[in-house]
């Protein structure tokens, strides 16, 4: 069982910057494929951005250029470097691991990852 737990979400204008925290309790956090989820009121979850065990990244269109993931595998932790953020960003943040055996591969579907953390909010006021 692996355990996720979010950090860093907030209250913040748009244009600001924020970076979001998830801190895994896996031993081999080497092995997971982690990514970053939202939801937003009344909307479906959507993917923001995915990582591979290689650092091989995903952004949904709406975030590219402004958001960064990135994983530091010495302190189980994968991050979430929010700039620019808009009101449209406001959302509940969720942290996402897979375990997997391919080492390149990052993940855009919610369904294909094992453990979820419990998200943080994010509120971008305009």
């Known amino acids: 069982q692996v355990q996720l737990v979010e950090s860093g979400g907030g209250l913040v204008q748009a244009g600001d910057s924020l970076r979001l925290s998830c801190a895994a309790s896996a031993r081999t956090f080497i092995n997971y494929a982690m990514a970053w989820f939202r939801q937003a009121p009344g909307k479906e979850r959507e993917v923001v951005a995915g990582i591979s065990r290689t650092d091989s990244t995903y952004y949904t269109d709406s975030v590219k250029g402004r958001f960064t993931i990135s994983r530091d595998n010495a302190k189980n932790t994968v991050y979430l470097q929010m700039n620019s953020v808009k009101p449209e960003d406001t959302a509940v943040y969720y942290c996402?691991?897979?375990?997997?055996?391919?080492?390149?591969?990052?993940?855009?579907?919610?369904?294909?990852?094992?453990?979820w953390g419990q998200g943080t909010q994010v509120t971008v006021s305009s």
């Open positions: 996402a691991a897979k375990l997997t055996l391919y080492r390149n591969n990052y993940y855009t579907m919610g369904s294909e990852y094992d453990y």
